[in-house]
């Protein structure tokens, strides 16, 4: 027969082992991100920490939606094999990441959040892709010294394709590369696939200078 001590000692440990089996259950289904700002079928934007601490963004800022439009109309990505269905610029190869639509709905959010975020915060996005050779694009900016950091570390590899071979990561690139910041600006901030971009000279350009200009010193950046 089991002791009266040793019913209390089990009839408590049941409802603490559910209480612990719960609080790890909502610390692995909660939220990733600090803040949702939008949330659709379509994408997201995020608001999340920045993982060095030591790093103090220029947050809050405000940028136009021009600006924001013309920053994402000049990334690109230049693979070894030609990509299908993709916007070829300059040679061949080089094909942009974001196409009108997903321009005209990301700008508007990533400008509201770099108006929203905090010193030790990024603007994060998610935006869907179908009909292009990946699946979706992701990635997080953030400004600093008088520059937007652009970190690429894509969901959907471009480098695996349906013959199950694996190619050499892409090159990332930028139109104009003028308003593109040398990899030697910030080597201590400068990640992989993250470009720095001259936000105020970009704006000085045409809107249309993206597609103009072959960059001569692209960057290698891994899509993951």
């Given at each position: 027969m089991m002791h009266p001590s040793m019913y209390k000692i089990q009839h408590y440990r049941l409802p603490l082992m559910a209480g612990l089996l719960l609080i790890a259950s909502s610390c692995s289904t909660g939220p990733e991100h600090d803040i949702t700002l939008h949330e659709t079928d379509r994408g997201a934007v995020y608001l999340d920490r920045i993982s060095d601490r030591s790093l103090q963004a220029a947050h809050p800022i405000t940028l136009s939606t021009d600006t924001m439009a013309q920053v994402l109309r000049g990334v690109a990505v230049k693979e070894n094999r030609e990509l299908l269905g993709g916007l070829i610029l300059g040679k061949p190869g080089a094909v942009l990441v974001f196409r009108d639509e997903d321009?005209?709905?990301?700008?508007?959010?990533?400008?509201?959040?770099?108006?929203?975020?905090?010193?030790?915060?990024?603007?994060?996005?998610?935006?869907?892709?179908?009909?292009?050779?990946?699946?979706?694009?992701?990635?997080?900016?953030?400004?600093?010294?008088?520059?937007?950091?652009?970190?690429?570390?894509?969901?959907?590899?471009?480098?695996?394709?349906?013959?199950?071979?694996?190619?050499?990561?892409?090159?990332?690139?930028?139109?104009?590369?003028?308003?593109?910041?040398?990899?030697?600006?910030?080597?201590?901030?400068?990640?992989?696939?993250?470009?720095?971009?001259?936000?105020?000279?970009?704006?000085?350009?045409?809107?249309?200078?993206?597609?103009?200009?072959?960059?001569?010193?692209?960057?290698?950046?891994?899509?993951?």
């Open positions: 321009i005209q709905f990301l700008a508007p959010l990533l400008v509201e959040g770099l108006t929203k975020a905090a010193p030790d915060q990024k603007v994060s996005f998610r935006v869907v892709q179908r009909g292009m050779p990946w699946e979706s694009t992701a990635g997080s900016f953030y400004a600093y010294r008088q520059s937007l950091y652009l970190t690429l570390p894509w969901l959907i590899p471009l480098s695996e394709y349906g013959d199950g071979l694996q190619a050499p990561p892409p090159t990332i690139l930028f139109f104009p590369e003028a308003a593109k910041r040398p990899d030697s600006y910030d080597n201590a901030r400068l990640a992989e696939s993250t470009l720095i971009i001259d936000y105020a000279l970009l704006a000085s350009f045409p809107a249309d200078s993206t597609g103009t200009t072959t960059p001569s010193n692209p960057r290698r950046g891994a899509c993951r």
